[in-house]
């Protein structure tokens, strides 16, 4: 009996990192817990958490890698739009003080 797969290349299976950030972001988005309706996992993310996992498993890496680009870059500019400011905090210089306990 003929292999059938030969001449097929052997679908790649997705690095273990990539799988899981995926699964993560397929339960809710990462910034804020929404589900916008314009994400490409909004439709993923009504799914049984089994079928949400076996849809990450049937991801190609080129699928799975442009729905992280597109992730990265949503993120990016959600965190644009919603960057805090950071002030500098000076923390006070502890040597000088005398030591004493919490109950003092």
Request: charged fraction near 25%; proline fraction near 8%.
């Amino acid at each position: 009996m003929p292999n059938s797969s030969i001449g097929r290349p052997k679908k790649q299976d997705l690095p273990l990192q990539l799988k899981q950030s995926l699964f993560g972001i397929s339960i809710e988005c990462p910034f804020d817990g929404s589900n916008p309706d314009g994400c490409p996992l909004c439709a993923i993310r009504k799914l049984s958490l089994k079928e949400r996992f076996e849809w990450v498993s049937r991801l190609t890496i080129e699928e799975a890698t442009a729905i992280w680009a597109k992730h990265e870059k949503c993120l990016v500019t959600k965190e644009g739009v919603h960057s805090l400011r950071i002030v500098p905090v000076k923390i006070p210089d502890r040597s000088s003080q005398s030591s004493q306990s919490c109950g003092d």
